[in-house]
């Protein structure tokens, strides 16, 4: 594995910061918010890859786990990881893992659909972690869970995931990461 420069450093905590910034972007919709914590995980694994994506996203965890405040809502602390939107934020691990892997294997004509569809399949895949986790704590059956927690938020994620790929995929040519 290659060795982490001071730069991969730099990026990881940049894209923990924008991470940080784009979950303050909230608003309340029910049981769970619109937020652009979203797109902040998205962004960061189309430019850093996988590797470093996945270190920026763990960062942002273990900062508002620690009791920053830089979830949705300006909340921060362990509980909000067990709470009913918890499993959005876990997601947020194999989202950045799957559409980072995307970015980093997938080069030439086909990049940009790649990672667009990747996009999309990390969104909804965090959005069906999250129903999960918010049916359990909840007790809610999933049924009525996904009708609440999925369904009016997927065309939402998918346009936060093009325009992640979009400027992601631009940005990462530009810093030649």
Sequence with gaps: MKKFTTKDLAVCGLMAAVMCVCSMF??????V?????????????????????????????LLGAMGLPVFSGMRGG???????????????IPMALIVGLTG?????????????G?????????????????????????GAALAVCFAPFIALDCAK???????????????RL
């Design 33 to 61: 918010s619109i937020t652009l914590s979203v797109f902040g995980v998205l962004l960061s694994a189309v430019m850093l890859g996988r590797n470093r994506a996945v270190i920026a996203t763990a960062v942002f965890i």
């Design 118 to 142: 990747a996009c999309f399949a990390g969104a909804a895949i965090c959005d069906l972690l999250g129903t999960a986790q918010y049916a359990l704590v909840t007790d809610t059956g999933f």
């Design 26 to 31: 909230t608003i309340p919709a029910g049981p």
């Design 161 to 175: 995931g093009t325009v992640a790929a979009l400027l992601g995929l631009k940005i990462r040519k530009i810093l």
């Design 78 to 92: 362990f509980g909000m990881l067990t709470g009913p939107t918890g499993g959005y934020i876990w997601a947020y």
């Design 104 to 116: 980093d294997k997938v080069t030439g004509k086909f990049r940009f659909p790649a990672v667009i």
